[in-house]
T-cell receptor, first 115, second 111 residues
Framework: EAEVAQSPRYKITEKSQAVAFWCDPI?????LYWYRQILGQGPELLVQ????????DSQLPKDRFSAERLKGVDSTLKIQPAELGDSAMYLC?????????????FGQGTRLTVV | GENVEQHPSTLSVQEGDSAVIKCTYS??????FPWYKQELGKGPQLIID?????GEKKDQRIAVTLNKTAKHFSLHITETQPEDSAVYFC??????????FGKGTSLLVTP
């Protein structure tokens, strides 16, 4: 069964360091999302791609976060410098994006701890 | 933007009983409402969804209902089992084709 792949599963980093997460969506899925999930809360959208283009990054803290999807397939989310408040689960999801009712499938996430 | 409210935040039931989780949304243009189950340390897993052209959908022990006029939708789990214990999230698709999530319901099914 096709699935969204994310790596690493866990990451511990010191504050002020740089950290990067990788996501490989389900093959053929044009839409890719990065969500952040703080413990005990629901996922919140950080950035949305349609192919290689950013559709929505209004909630992305652009002073320290960046995201790219250069070839319209896999994607990287970077944080530099990391802050204590960035500790969370970072989830990637993908969908075909062909209509407003297509399912979105999530990866297992990357659990980030900033110390 | 889209606001999704979810209740209750925690729910404890005995094995075999039913569990109901309710959500409301604010954007009348939303027409897709999925439910996700999230187990500890894992990503959310889609378990069922409903589109605005239907009022109810059932898949074995799980059912969802949608009332577009009142802007609320619900998840019903019948004959609950211990393996149903997890956090459940409702969501609504916004005008930008991204999901807005509720805060989650932690369901505990006790034997």
């Amino acid at each position: 069964e096709a699935e969204v792949a994310q790596s690493p599963r866990y990451k511990i980093t010191e504050k002020s360091q740089a950290v990067a997460f990788w996501c490989d969506p389900i093959s053929g899925h044009a839409t890719l999302y990065w969500y952040r999930q703080i413990l005990g809360q629901g996922p919140e959208l950080l950035v949305q791609f349609q192919d290689e283009s950013v559709v929505d990054d209004s909630q992305l803290p652009k002073d320290r976060f960046s995201a790219e999807r250069l070839k319209g397939v896999d994607s990287t989310l970077k944080i530099q410098p990391a802050e204590l408040g960035d500790s969370a689960m970072y989830l990637c999801a993908s969908s075909t994006g062909q209509s407003r009712t297509t399912e979105a499938f999530f990866g297992q996430g990357t659990r980030l701890t900033v110390v | 933007g889209e606001n999704v409210e979810q209740h209750p935040s925690t729910l404890s039931v005995q094995e075999g009983d039913s569990a109901v989780i309710k959500c409301t949304y604010s954007d009348s243009a939303s027409n897709y409402f999925p439910w996700y189950k999230q187990e500890l340390g894992k990503g959310p897993q889609l378990i069922i969804d409903i589109r605005s052209n239907v009022g109810e959908k059932k898949d074995q022990r799980i059912a969802v209902t949608l009332n577009k006029t009142a802007k609320h939708f619900s998840l019903h789990i019948t004959e609950t089992q211990p393996e149903d214990s997890a956090v459940y999230f409702c969501a609504a698709l916004n005008s930008g084709y991204a999901l807005n999530f509720g805060k989650g319901t932690s369901l505990l099914v006790t034997p």
